[in-house]
């Protein structure tokens, strides 16, 4: 296993990019952890490929380097890396067996067939396909195709890296669960660096010990589920991340408050005076509808998802949508709304605004 350095990295694929706006990967500096499980997260055309196929060795960076363990690979072909991938659709061999098609990354390598001959049994339980090995991959459906690319994928345990990009959209979506799941405690087990691209909050929250969040080419954030949650980094974090996303609300920042249309809203914290387009952004699960307490909203429409209810309001003149408990009413009354102060955080220009000081008593807050 390897770490994965990206020294002042960045790309595009213009001949003569001219400013920010021409890069399809914008300059990034980080080191992923030797061993650590990423998600690379974002909306469609964000740069996640692009990332990816740097990593891989598929495209040369237009600028910067990358280094596996200190190890300048910036010019090194793909088969020099050593890593494995799993793309979006199977890459098989049709005429082999699929004990063949698993066994193909080792043989290659020149290990003996006793040791093949273990490993591919034990890949083959993970992917629940122990009973299917002798079968020809021609014929199989593509989700059964797509089990056995993953499992090839991941029979080597000498890899400096395992890159999926997004392996599961041909799979079902119960065996997209299990198979998750199954990578989950490959990687407890064997500790490979994994590199894993989605455009889906679940795939990355799920699988991940670090998710890096792209947005128009840009890494806005790299951080646990925990924290791309609680305190997202810009204010796209927010809404992609958690369903319905964060609240985003335009306000005046004075302190230890925010002002919305006139109305004081409490931040937990204090903040200097701040320049640009100040908001302040607050989860639905940190606000509660209220008879008597807080700041006036108009309820639209409630909706029933289950687990609890979301609950969409008009928040002068902006839409804010609210968590409310599952067997929480929900009357006509209930008109006013407040908001977990130590969980407002403030933004400037989209990226989230540090505080100066703490208001409330430290040990006090949630
Ligand atoms: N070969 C290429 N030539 C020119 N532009 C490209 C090329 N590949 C990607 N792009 C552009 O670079 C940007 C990033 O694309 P990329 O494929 O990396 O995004 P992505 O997040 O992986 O998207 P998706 O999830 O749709 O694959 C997009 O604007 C895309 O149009």
Request: proline share 5%.
């Amino acid at each position: 296993m390897a770490k994965i350095t990206l020294d002042n990295l960045a790309h595009s694929y213009l001949p003569n990019p001219a400013s920010e706006e021409d890069y399809a990967l914008k300059e990034l500096n980080h080191d992923w952890q030797d061993g650590a499980a990423y998600a690379l997260l974002g909306a469609s055309g964000c740069g996640k490929s692009t990332l990816l196929n740097i990593i891989s060795g598929l495209l040369q960076p237009s600028q910067g380097r990358i280094l596996f363990d200190g190890h300048d690979v910036t010019h090194a072909p793909t088969t020099e890396r050593n890593i494995a991938q799993v793309f979006q659709f199977p890459v098989v061999y049709d005429t082999m067996t699929v004990r063949d098609n698993l066994a193909f990354p080792l043989r290659n390598r020149g290990r003996d067939e006793a040791y093949v001959a273990e490993r591919v049994q034990e890949i083959a339980r993970m992917i629940g396909m122990e009973d299917m090995l002798r079968r020809k991959a021609r014929g199989l459906t593509a989700d059964a195709k797509q089990k056995i690319s993953l499992g090839r994928g991941m029979v080597r345990q000498d890899v400096n890296a395992l890159l999926f990009d997004e392996p599961l959209t041909v799979i079902d979506p119960h065996m997209k669960w299990e198979l998750r799941t199954q990578l989950k405690s490959l990687h407890r087990d064997f500790g490979h660096t994994m590199i894993y691209v989605t455009h889906d909050q679940t795939e990355a929250l799920t699988f991940a010990d670090k998710v890096v969040v792209m947005h128009d080419g840009r890494v806005v954030q790299i951080g646990t589920p925990e924290e791309l949650f609680e305190q997202p980094e810009h204010t796209f974090v927010g809404y992609f991340i958690g369903s319905p996303g964060m609240n985003v609300i335009p306000a005046r920042i004075e302190g230890d408050k925010a002002i919305v249309n006139g109305t004081e809203i409490e931040l937990g914290h204090a903040y200097r005076p701040q320049e640009g387009k100040l908001e302040i952004g607050v989860r639905p699960e940190y606000a509660r509808l209220s008879q008597a307490e807080g700041l006036p909203v108009k309820v639209r429409r409630v909706e029933d998802v289950g687990r609890h209810k979301v609950v969409r309001a008009d928040f002068f003149g902006h839409d804010i949508n609210i968590i409310a408990g599952e067997d929480d009413h929900v009357g006509a009354d209930m008109n006013r709304v407040t908001f977990d102060a130590d969980h407002v955080n403030v933004y400037a220009d989209d990226w989230r605004v540090a505080p100066s000081e703490r208001t409330t008593p430290a040990g006090e807050a949630a």
